[in-house]
């Protein structure tokens, strides 16, 4: 009835005066407030969004539009991701366009871009590049998921990484980039992790490990071992949404602590046509995480700490 009456002298259905008092009111009911989730949001980076144009499939909006929804709720920035090609110049030219919010890119090593080609991650590195993801949509674990044949494998029939690996983690160590497992097995993320340990590479992350436990059947025992070694473990809402839905956001939340928030960074993979805008997916996730009882601190260091740290940013 609260809601009903306040909603019903309301201009506009949440910018107005009385329905964001309604929906902070519901919001306290569960433990969180508009301001203590704006609070958290202010300074937040987004490790992982997609955006148009793309070659294959209905995005959300360009960059420029990510960037300037991300300015207007106060985020420090975002990470543009494509799998067919590099995301660099696209982050510069709107970083020069909205200065006011970072914005990274970098390369995903699929088949469009020649695959496990150092060359690429060199031009890469060479612009000011700063994430390498390995193959994504390209990868063998990822089309065997799909029921496909074929696709790139980072180990041999012997169980060790490919040559063509050694060089391009030369190339992300010298430059300190970001090395990112991309849509790879859980036994190519074991070895990928543990030589970047070996070499010394400072800045590594398991991409959405909750989505790859659907995908290739990593388990949370995996990504505690995978975080043991110095990886960061990413989890996108991605894997929450009612649309691409396979965990309860409580189930998330569980995940997260039982790895520890320290070792985990929560990000979106938003940019879909049928997802909210990037910006305010990180809203959610903020909201969500929070009434599934994770404690604000903790959810700082998903969303602020720990994706900064692992940007250089």
Not at 123 to 130: F, P, W
Not at 151 to 176: C, Q, R, T, W
Not at 183 to 195: G, K, N, Y
């Amino acid at each position: 009835m609260l809601c009903a009456s306040l909603g019903a002298g309301a201009s506009g259905p949440l910018e107005s005066t009385p329905a964001r008092l309604c929906i902070s009111l519901l919001f306290q009911l569960h433990g969180e407030t508009l301001s203590n989730v704006d609070r958290i949001l202010e300074g937040a980076l987004d490790i992982h969004v997609h955006f148009s144009p793309d070659p294959k499939v209905e995005r959300r909006a360009g960059a420029v539009e990510i960037a300037l929804q991300a300015k207007d709720l106060g985020m420090q920035g975002v990470v543009l991701k494509s799998h067919e090609y590099p995301t660099h110049p696209v982050a510069a030219t709107t970083s020069d366009l909205v200065p006011e919010v970072t914005v990274l890119g970098g390369i995903s090593l699929d088949l469009e871009v020649g695959g496990l080609n150092i060359y690429a991650v060199e031009a890469t590195a060479n612009m000011g590049g700063r994430i390498v993801w390995m193959p994504t949509y390209s990868a063998k674990a990822d089309r065997e998921a799909k029921g496909l044949d074929g696709g790139i494998s980072l180990l041999d029939n012997y169980g060790s990484l490919v040559p063509e690996i050694h060089p391009i983690l030369e190339m992300i160590k010298a430059h300190d980039m970001v090395l990112a497992t991309g849509h790879i097995s859980t036994a190519e993320s074991m070895a990928l992790v543990a030589e970047a340990r070996n070499m010394g590479i400072q800045r590594v992350v398991v991409t959405h490990g909750t989505t790859m436990s659907f995908w290739t059947g990593m388990t949370v025992e995996d990504m505690k071992e995978l975080a043991a070694m110095g990886a960061f473990i990413e989890h996108c809402m991605h894997v929450v949404m009612p649309t691409t839905h396979r965990l309860d956001p409580r189930d998330l939340a569980k995940t997260i602590s039982a790895i520890g928030p320290e070792k985990c960074i929560l990000s979106t993979d938003f940019g879909q046509d049928f997802h909210p805008m990037p910006a305010e997916g990180m809203r959610m996730g903020i909201a969500t995480m929070l009434r599934s009882g994770m404690e604000e601190v903790e959810v700082g260091m998903l969303v602020k700490d720990n994706p900064s740290r692992l940007m250089g940013t």
